[in-house]
């Protein structure tokens, strides 16, 4: 186990790690970048992408019912369209249990 060999190393990844250091506010200058950001996230919520998530797994359902798809390949695809839609609660239970 080369990480125990090195003490002062992971000592100081774990207190760099320690939530009390995060940084709490957004960086200067990071403006456009965020509003860029929320831009990308209000078209990935948006109607469209709401519009295509349900287009995209009925297809897939009735190619597996079908049985033009494997089963895994369709159940790859719903998982993903709760994983982009469940992005926001997701991160938002990860930041809760670090903040303990």
Do not use: C, H, K
Not at 6 to 20: E, H, K, M, N, W
Not at 38 to 45: A, F, K, N, R, S
Not at 61 to 79: A, C, E, F, P, S
């Amino acid at each position: 186990m080369p990480y125990l060999r090195r003490p002062t190393i992971a000592l100081a990844t774990a207190l760099a790690a320690t939530p009390s250091l995060a940084q709490t506010t957004d960086p200067a200058g990071s403006g456009p970048i965020l509003s860029a950001l929320q831009w990308i996230e209000g078209t990935l919520m948006g109607n469209v992408a709401t519009t295509a998530a349900v287009i995209a797994v009925a297809v897939v359902g009735l190619m597996m019912l079908t049985g033009r798809i494997d089963w895994r390949r369709g159940i790859v695809v719903v998982l993903g369209a709760f994983i982009i839609f469940g992005a926001a609660a997701i991160v938002e239970g990860m930041r809760s249990v670090v903040a303990r």
